[in-house]
């Protein structure tokens, strides 16, 4: 008489032991790539308070508070000082920026840039004093103003 369990063979041994391995191979990439992230995130955060100071052409790096935010890329917002890893405060400085399609977005997309959102901007300082921004980091939900 057959019983309803089935004998494993050789093959299907194998070949779970590839799909277990394939998985975890999958695994190790996404907890890479999720650490990478975080730290890009957390080094990006580290804000230049005289950053507003670069001169035309330079490349500079701003944490702002989202003021005002059009729809063709146009930003304003006031300056971020970092105070501690997760906590920034304002400044008086006052930062306009644009972003247009060869912007790349980090830990968020095109839609996150709104007023009272937090960004970390990497990008030309302007002959305006404006930054066209290369790189913008959402910290909306990571950093507290105070």
Do not use: C
Request: hydrophobic share 45%; charged share 20%.
């Amino acid at each position: 008489m057959e019983s309803g369990t089935k004998e494993i063979t050789g093959k299907q041994r194998y070949a779970w032991l590839g799909a277990l391995f394939v998985f975890l191979l999958f695994a190790g990439i996404a907890i890479w790539w999720s650490s990478r992230m975080t730290s890009v995130m957390w080094s990006a955060a580290a804000s230049d308070p005289n950053a507003a100071q670069a001169k035309a052409g330079e490349v500079t790096k701003i944490v702002m508070e989202i003021t005002e935010a059009t729809g063709d890329g146009r930003i304003r917002g006031t300056i971020l000082k970092k105070k501690t890893e997760d906590i920034y405060t304002r400044t008086t400085g006052q930062i306009h920026a644009t972003t247009g399609s060869e912007t790349k977005f980090v830990m968020g997309k095109p839609v996150d840039v709104r007023v009272r959102a937090v960004v970390h901007l990497t990008g030309v300082m302007q002959q305006d004093h404006s930054v066209a921004a290369q790189q913008v980091v959402i910290l909306t939900g990571y950093v507290k103003i105070e």
